[in-house]
T-cell receptor, first 113, second 115 residues
């Protein structure tokens, strides 16, 4: 988990509310990723970014939005359009080279009130 | 599209016995394969990777994995299991799409090591 900080550790969302999950890295990595983890389904990719001011939709991007204004930051917003947001959210980063491993943050558990 | 499959939801093994966690892959081209481990309420930790070269890859905490091209498998192994190895294990494959890299994960296998 070293080098990647996710906050908060626990987050609660009210109906119709947007919430933002923070992810910061000090590893000087170009690429950053957001994954969603549900029990029994493994990790599914929400969004990813290879460089600043550029990002791509993953497999389950609907109801989510991201920004990449700084190399070290990749916040994820869970919008009210995401009808089933309860999950464990993981942020990761890696150098751009494709053989390089991902480094993960410690995750944010999002629950709906 | 690249994919990996982990056919077992859970693996149970007695402490001191060898363990195997299975993974099969489906890729076009040469596979870049990874194993990660997750402890409760934590992020994933890298164990090992296969890019090219020797089919037996050694990783962290005494784990190793065997790449088998003919069987399209990348099983995780350890000669002697510890109770502290109990965790959730993920196999993953790197996908290159339109110049972008991303990691595709399997559903995970829960390893339970009993004293």
């Amino acid at each position: 988990d070293g080098g990647i900080t996710q906050s908060p550790k626990y987050l609660f969302r009210k109906e119709g509310q947007n919430v933002t999950l923070s992810c910061e890295q000090n590893l000087n990595h170009d690429a950053m990723y957001w994954y969603r983890q549900d029990p029994g389904q493994g990790l599914r990719l929400i969004y990813y970014s290879q460089i600043v001011n550029d990002f791509q939709k993953g497999d389950i991007a609907e109801g989510y939005s991201v920004s990449r204004e700084k190399k070290e930051s990749f916040p994820l917003t869970v919008t009210s359009a995401q009808k089933n947001p309860t999950a464990f959210y993981l942020c990761a980063s890696s150098p751009r080279q494709r053989e390089k491993k991902l480094f993960f943050g410690s995750g944010t558990q999002l629950s709906v009130l | 599209a690249q994919s990996v499959a982990q056919p077992e939801d859970q693996v149970n093994v007695a402490e001191g016995n060898p363990l195997t966690v299975k993974c099969t892959y489906s890729v076009s081209g040469n596979p870049y394969l990874f194993w990660y481990v997750q402890y409760p309420n934590r992020g994933l930790q890298f164990l090992l990777k296969y890019i090219t070269g020797d089919n037996l890859v050694k990783g962290s905490y005494g784990f190793e994995a065997e790449f088998n091209k003919s069987q399209t498998s990348f099983h995780l192994k350890k000669p002697s299991a510890l109770v502290s190895d109990s965790a959730l294990y993920f196999c993953a494959v790197r996908e290159l799409s339109g110049g972008y890299n991303k990691l595709i994960f399997g559903a995970g296998t829960r390893l339970a090591v009993h004293p």
